[in-house]
């Protein structure tokens, strides 16, 4: 049979990079610390697809409290076609059995395909990139996020996402990120988070909250200002229409189109308010 070598197996911190060098290969542009930040969320979250001993693929299937996040869904190419790439993917899902809700990002042409497996669109994503410019005008409500409490910081993560991601979070504020910042207003209640990443190309955005468009603007601007001309690569949730007013502001072009999808209704969080999500991979 031509699956008799196949088998997976959890991915190792060193197979992480193997992993994140082939998304880059294809013509993907994932951040430089994703692989150490992914490992911490979730050491057993990844997957590798061998053959004879050899990898020939991947697939994320991160778990948080209540639910999972599917991504880096990659088989080489001379490998596919062979049943390979399906039987990571339902190990991905199967891994995550326990948990009451599973995402995933799906390209356009595969929506039809992850809808048979009995996934729902939620919403779609359109991701823009371009020049974003630093603040003329410092906004002293903006603090490092590593300063503020953890617990709060969480508990207004949770708003904005499908689950609880404590560890993900505390991963991603003190390593997968170069910067995490908070909005405070004069209750120090926090009113918006946003984070800037280096990756391959520029620089990622993600997550963006914020309770209003004024608050979103100065976090992007207040996120961009360590880096001359940065260049940004950032997914906006459509339905969101407040923020592709500012995008649509800031005058970065549209790079591509992705659906956000789970396994059923998700539960319930605020959109409205998410100017960016966190990131396409792993939710």
């Known amino acids: 049979m031509a699956n008799q070598d196949f088998k997976i197996v959890v991915a190792s911190a060193e197979q992480m990079d193997w992993i994140i060098k082939l998304a880059e290969n294809e013509g993907w542009n994932p951040g430089c610390k994703d692989a150490i930040a992914f490992q911490l969320a979730d050491p057993s979250g990844f997957f590798i697809g061998l053959l004879n001993g050899k990898p020939i693929g991947c697939v994320a299937a991160i778990k948080y409290e209540n639910c999972g996040f599917g991504g880096y869904y990659i088989i080489l190419k001379e490998h596919r076609g062979r049943g ?5 993917f339902h190990h991905a899902v199967h891994s995550g059995k326990e948990l009451k809700l599973f995402g995933l990002d799906a390209e356009p042409a595969q929506i039809s395909s992850y809808e048979k497996s009995g996934f729902i669109v939620y919403h779609r994503t359109m991701e823009y990139n371009g020049i974003v410019n630093k603040s003329e005008i410092p906004c002293d409500n903006i603090v490092d996020a590593r300063t503020v409490s953890f617990d709060k910081l969480l508990q207004y993560d949770r708003r904005h996402s499908p689950d609880v991601r404590k560890h993900f979070l505390a991963a991603w504020i003190s390593v997968g990120t170069d910067r995490s910042l908070v909005y405070l207003d004069e209750n120090n209640t926090i009113q918006g988070f946003g984070a800037i990443r280096k990756a391959i190309d520029g620089y990622k955005i993600g997550p963006l909250y914020a309770d209003s468009f004024d608050i979103a603007e100065s976090l992007i601007h207040t996120l961009v200002e360590s880096f001359e001309n940065c260049k940004v690569y950032w997914a906006v949730p459509m339905p969101n229409e407040s923020a592709i007013k500012l995008v649509e502001k800031l005058r970065l072009e549209k790079l591509s189109e992705t659906a956000r999808m789970y396994s059923r209704q998700p ?15 792993i939710g």
Do not use: F, I, R
Request: charged share 15%; proline share 0%; glycine share 10%.
């Open 267 to 281: 539960l319930s969080y605020d959109w409205n308010m998410v100017y960016g999500l966190t990131c396409l991979e």
């Open 84 to 88: 390979y790439g399906l039987k990571l």
